[in-house]
């Protein structure tokens, strides 16, 4: 089983719709998640990070974090065709100055005008 | 400008050769990291360094080496012993945690 699952691809969406990007983990020990954006030939940067079980909202993104699934995904309300883009989930393991990052293959996202 | 500088952009090595890629910040970042990422894959971790003159290897450090002299700079070598070098390249550093890592605009490495 791979450490950081992601859904495969592509998912397309219409323009206004709800794109639901998931992401499963391995290890339970694994502390903090994380969800970077990375349009074509460009390097990610980050959209959300959640620490705790439940919700976290910004804007038109919500990240929900489930530990005892093992589970994470990102909610991407009212859609935007400059919401394409490949996402990618990454989990951090270890803490303070051994503490990593470890990511998934990515989703790529198309928003249909 | 305050940032992460990355050169070169594209970069071309031989057969049997070594090449460095250059990553600069100017950030006052502690910490700074290189990865790997291939084509529809995540990004994989080879080095990263948290102080000056002290770095740790991450999960795919074969065949690289890098420095760590200056907070500034966090060169990265490929050497020959790196077989399949072919991927783009990401510099990143960060200040805390590693909510605060923040990515260069990357180095696209190929082989002649």
């Known amino acids: 089983q791979k450490e950081v699952e992601q859904n495969s691809g592509p998912l397309s969406v219409p323009e206004g719709a709800i794109a639901s990007l998931n992401c499963t983990y391995s290890d339970r020990g694994s502390q903090s998640f994380f969800w970077y954006r990375q349009y074509s030939g460009k390097s990610p940067e980050l959209i959300m990070f959640i620490y705790s079980n439940g919700d976290k909202e910004d804007g038109r993104f919500t990240a929900q974090l489930n530990k005892a699934s093992q589970y994470v995904s990102l909610l991407i309300r009212d859609s935007q065709p400059s919401d394409s883009a490949t996402y990618l989930c990454a989990v951090s393991k270890g803490t303070g100055a051994n503490s990593k990052l470890t990511f998934g293959k990515g989703i790529t996202l198309s928003v249909r005008p | 400008d305050g940032g992460i500088t990355q050169s070169p952009k594209y970069l071309f090595r031989k057969e049997g050769q070594n090449v460095t890629l250059s990553c600069e910040q100017n950030?006052?970042?502690?910490?700074m990291y290189w990865y790997r990422q291939d084509p529809g894959q995540g990004l994989r971790l080879i080095y990263y360094?948290?102080?000056?003159?002290?770095?740790q290897k991450g999960d795919i450090a074969e065949g690289y080496s890098v420095s760590r002299e200056k907070k500034e700079s966090f060169p990265l070598t490929v050497t020959s012993a790196q077989k399949n070098p072919t991927a783009f390249y990401l510099c990143?550093?960060?200040?805390?945690?590693?909510?605060?890592?923040?990515f260069g605009p990357g180095t696209r490495l190929l082989v002649l």
């Open positions: 360094s948290q102080i000056v003159n002290d770095f």
């Open positions: 990143a550093s960060s200040y805390g945690g590693l909510e605060t890592q923040y």
């Open positions: 950030l006052n970042h502690d910490a």
